[in-house]
């Protein structure tokens, strides 16, 4: 790739890696895929799947081994996302939703501020979510105005977050807010603010087109304090910090469209094969079987893109926002369409909630939006483009 792009170094996943994917398909079978249409419709949050990933320890694979957690890689963390997204899509939002909401920690905290937090992650007693975007501050996250001021051994934080996933059933959010106005980006610094802190409050539950399941909220600050120790690294930092954890979590984002891809392209070759008209199965006319190899091949096409670019992450390479874009962008727009045309193929069925293709397709939306919708991704990439191209000249 010209332009300044990193050349592709490849993965191989390892017999580990396979072992895990079993592992996390045979729960998502037995504990989740039985749940995931009584998930939509009620839209409550799944406290017995929670469990179940808890007790398998698949809620939370990526925190090392130093914090009593699987140290699993960022392949590892993908496949679980996948595995899980392939039966329900709101369910997968618990390991990607600790993962985005523990990586600015991981990332950038002090080792005594993980050490407080982080072994709670792993042993199931709490959630994390991640508190960006606001009302007048979604794309333009630098544009923000929850303020944090700093009083002796403590700040106070006041302001609002809008479209916070998790939230409500989290116990920690990690938190941006501006410590020094008169910066702009670098003005924004990154906190952890725990449920129970004076002045935190959690709103009214948004009524979404998809993942259900997982509760969206706003949170107020309303001279929150918390304690000066729960600062994520140097203050001025945050914005930076927000930016390094969507390289490593976008892939996520990534891996939770390519699982609900694949769970539509199950259905869809379960429903055709048995499905008749005109005589024979529906599988065995032309201009089906041109949908589904087209379905199949954008997805394992995303599935590549998503592996890669973990890898590339778990190695530490440069070009790591480039790749975390475009694994996302691409398996999003993949999960749309593969969706789309799973309804399709269902016919008038598929238009119900008999069958699972609806929900799936209204689950694979979201992922076109947040982690930066599509068209700020591409920008993402085409800025990285052109900065390798006036780099190497």
């Not at 039985?34 to 839209?43: F, L, M, N, S």
């Not at 954890?245 to 699982?259: I, K």
């Amino acid at each position: 790739m010209t332009g300044g792009a990193p050349e592709f170094t490849g993965y191989r996943l390892s017999d580990e890696h396979m072992m895990l994917r079993e592992a996390v398909r045979e729960l998502a079978e037995d504990k989740i895929a039985p749940r995931a249409a009584e998930i939509d419709a009620t839209g409550e949050f799944p406290w017995d799947v929670y469990d179940a990933l808890v007790k398998a320890g698949f809620h939370a694979v990526h925190i090392p081994e130093r914090y009593g957690g699987a140290g699993a890689d960022a392949v590892a963390t993908a496949i679980v996302v996948e595995e899980v997204a392939r039966v329900c899509a709101s369910s997968s939002l618990i390991p990607a939703g600790n993962k985005l909401g523990t990586m600015p920690l991981l990332l950038a905290a002090s080792e005594g501020l993980k050490q407080q937090v982080l072994p709670q992650v792993v042993s199931g007693a709490a959630m994390f979510s991640y508190a960006l975007s606001e009302r007048e501050a979604g794309s333009d996250a630098a544009a923000m105005r929850t303020r944090a001021v700093q009083h002796g051994d403590h700040w106070v934080l006041n302001g609002t977050k809008c479209f916070t996933t998790g939230a409500g059933v989290s116990t920690y959010y990690t938190v941006m807010a501006v410590t020094d106005p008169g910066r702009g980006a670098r003005g924004i610094s990154a906190f952890v603010v725990h449920r129970d802190d004076p002045g935190f409050s959690v709103g009214l539950k948004e009524c979404k087109l998809g993942i259900r399941g997982s509760p969206t909220c706003e949170i107020y600050f309303e001279d929150c304090v918390i304690p000066a120790d729960r600062i994520i690294g140097e203050p001025g930092t945050g914005f930076r910090t927000a930016l390094a954890t969507l390289d490593h979590t976008r892939m996520t984002t990534g891996a939770q469209a390519l699982g609900i891809a694949q769970g539509a392209i199950d259905a869809s070759l379960g429903y055709v094969t048995q499905r008749h008209q005109f005589g024979q199965p529906v599988a065995e006319f032309q201009g089906v079987q041109f949908m589904l190899a087209d379905m199949a091949m954008r997805t394992e096409a995303a599935r590549q893109l998503i592996y890669s670019a973990a890898a590339k992450a778990e190695r530490g390479e440069p070009g790591l926002t480039f790749h975390s874009a475009a694994a996302k962008v691409f398996a999003s727009d993949t999960a749309m369409a593969v969706t789309i045309d799973a309804v399709q193929l269902f016919g008038g069925y598929g238009y119900t909630r008999d069958f699972p293709v609806e929900r799936m397709m209204r689950d694979a939306k979201i992922t076109q939006i947040y982690e930066g919708t599509n068209q700020i991704n591409r920008l993402v990439m085409a800025r990285q483009l052109l900065k390798g191209l006036n780099s190497s000249r």
